[in-house]
């Protein structure tokens, strides 16, 4: 089945101790968006792809990097976690513009 | 003040209700409107999807959009426990690749 997987489902990292987050995705989207999800609030959009072209939120931290090696993967890499940076991260994917936004099952980030 | 606003909730009905969840936006460029549910430490699925005012069914569900009062709603009939999660509402402007969310509304169907 065409999907975007996650992995892995549970990180735990210690405080300052780099750690990097993968999304795949089979549906050949364009786009690819990551998110940060905390308890009980909306997902904030961190950055997105279309292609290859990278698209930086403005209020997303330094400490949160991003690279697109190609269609199907995207990474997130968390330079040195804080303890406010335990979330969930969730990746969508879309096909483009005001398309379907499909997402991942999310890592749930645990930072000691 | 947030571009979305969600009624916080939760919300607990017995098996068999009505639910009636609402998000309102203050930015009228928004054009496509989402609902999202998202079960406990999963990545949220997209129930619904419209982009014109009034009412658009599928199955138990139902999502209502009113531009000019800037209101969107979904509603499920004959609720059953599998359909206890959070409910997202997400808003999407014309070309643009951004979803607006609302803070989610936690709803717990009673059996």
């Known amino acids: 089945d065409a999907m975007v997987i996650q992995n892995p489902r549970y990180q735990v990292t210690q405080f300052g101790k780099p750690v990097t987050l993968s999304c795949s995705q089979t549906?050949?989207?364009?786009?690819m968006y990551w998110y940060q999800q905390k308890s009980s609030q909306a997902p904030k959009l961190l950055f997105h792809y279309y292609d290859k072209d990278f698209n930086n939120e403005a209020d997303t931290p330094d400490n949160f990097q991003s690279r697109r090696p190609n269609t199907s993967f995207c990474f997130l890499d968390i330079r040195s976690p804080g303890l406010g940076d335990a979330a969930m991260y969730l990746c969508a994917t879309s096909r483009g513009n005001t398309e379907t936004q499909y997402f991942g099952p999310g890592t749930r980030l645990l930072v000691l | 003040q947030k571009e979305v606003e969600q009624d916080p909730g939760p919300l607990s009905v017995p098996e068999g209700a009505i639910v009636s969840l609402n998000c309102t936006y203050s930015?009228?460029?928004?054009?496509?409107f989402m609902w999202y549910r998202q079960y406990s430490r999963k990545g949220p699925e997209l129930l619904m999807y419209?982009?014109?005012?009034g009412n658009k069914e599928d199955g138990r569900f139902t999502a209502q959009v009113d531009k000019s009062s800037k209101y969107i709603s979904l509603f499920i009939r004959d609720s059953q426990p599998s359909d206890s999660a959070t409910y997202l509402c997400?808003?999407?402007?014309?070309?643009?690749?951004?979803?607006?969310f609302g803070a989610g509304t936690t709803v717990t169907v009673r059996a």
């Open positions: 930015n009228s460029a928004f054009q496509y």
């Open positions: 997400a808003m999407e402007r014309s070309n643009d690749y951004k979803l607006s």
């Open positions: 549906l050949n989207h364009n786009v």
């Open positions: 419209t982009y014109s005012s």
